[in-house]
């Protein structure tokens, strides 16, 4: 099936937000046989979004479009695609049953305004959202489909997950493209390369290096006629990168460092905590993230002031001597973080974000450190100048990593 995205907002066009919607949907259409050939966005103007469904529907068998299915008279989605179809929209009892319960349930009552969210097309069914008040569409019609969908990640995402993507399984036809990444840390992207290199000639895979912030990842493809025998190509070589790799794998897939953290933590049965100056509760942030990190994460402390530092229990003098941006002042602050809390690890970050020097020291300069049951400190040192909010991130990345090498004893 040939695919087309629109992602409908002017609020996307002007930047004020990021389409990730379409990321979303375009990275999972492989696995399904379906070709994405293009991707469209359209502000909320009724004759460019009709131009841009009409373009779309001479040339796709599947439309994906995410946006425009609010209340307001700017969201334009559903009359869009009425006049494209020469349809008339009416409502639906059943969704506006609904839709009246969902704001009653709430304790007010529903404004007439959204009543165009429960209405449908001849050619029309709705998509269950429980998660909002606007149903998706499938519509289908000449043996074409267009899937609409809200522009809310959140309602989107599960839209997808529990709705869209099994019903396009069960009419999927071609073959389809599973693949498998493997996630690698403290190995450079060419010894990487290297490493894999005999597997690049497996018959019927692919396997692609790609350097990330945490790590190195290894992304292995196959095509088949099923999903099952694109798996069953896909785990002998999996299973060889498993020898050649060993312990520098962290995760697979939709695994981030902060789930793994979790996972180990709650496994060993130990806690964290945290203080940090330049990253401004980030780490403790991502942290907690992931669902039940109540299990490990004692807490966090953020420390921007000098003095507050040392009313937490940073020694002053080692500040004096070593100055508050530095490898031995992160690793005060990390057992100091353990000590104050009775933690089992702390973990300190002190550093410089930017965007001009302190004190001499260069922006983007940040000292991670962790402390270990056992009362020893380990850190790591970077300097990677390109804006404070990737600064902050790469901070919170190195100390994720470095966690990671403590718990599993590598740490230096």
Known sequence: MKAEIIAIGTEILLGEIIDTNSAYIAQRLPELGIDLFYKSVVGDNMGRIVETFERAWGRSDVIFCTGGLGPTDDDMTREGIARVLGEEPHVDPALETRLRAWFDGRGYPMPESNIKQAWLIPSARAIDNPRGTAPGWWVERDGRIIICMPGVPPEMERMW??????????????????????????????????????????????????????????????????????????????????????????????????????????????????????????????????????????????????????????????????????????????????????????????????????????????????????????????????????VKRRAVTTALLLLRRALLGEAR
């Open 161 to 390: 997950l529990k709705e869209v993507r099994p019903e396009l399984e069960k009419r999927s036809t071609s073959e389809v493209l599973v693949t498998r990444t493997i996630k690698t840390v403290g190995i450079g992207e060419g010894t990487v390369d290297e490493m894999a290199r005999p597997l690049y000639g497996t018959p019927g895979i692919g396997i692609g290096t790609y350097a990330r912030a945490d790590g190195v990842h290894l992304r292995i493809g196959a095509k088949a006629a099923t999903r099952e025998e694109a798996w069953a190509k896909i785990r002998p070589v999996e299973e060889e990168m498993e020898r050649i790799f060993g312990s520098a794998i962290w995760g697979r897939d939709e695994d981030t460092l902060e789930g793994y953290i979790a996972d180990q933590m709650h496994a060993r049965k130990t806690t964290l905590a945290v203080m940090e100056s330049c990253t401004g509760g980030l780490l403790a942030n991502t942290l907690t993230d992931v669902p039940g990190a109540s299990g490990y994460f004692v807490g966090g402390y953020v420390t921007y002031a000098t003095q507050q530092k040392i009313d937490l229990g940073v020694p002053g003098d080692v500040i004096t001597e070593y100055g508050v941006v530095s490898p031995e002042t992160a690793r005060a602050m990390a057992e100091a973080a353990r000590r104050t809390s009775g933690a089992d690890f702390g973990v300190g970050i002190t550093g410089v974000a930017g965007p001009d020097p302190e004190d001499g020291i260069p922006p983007g300069t940040v000292h991670v450190a962790v402390a270990t049951p056992e009362g020893g400190t380990h850190s790591l040192s970077m300097t990677m100048n390109q804006g404070r909010q990737a």
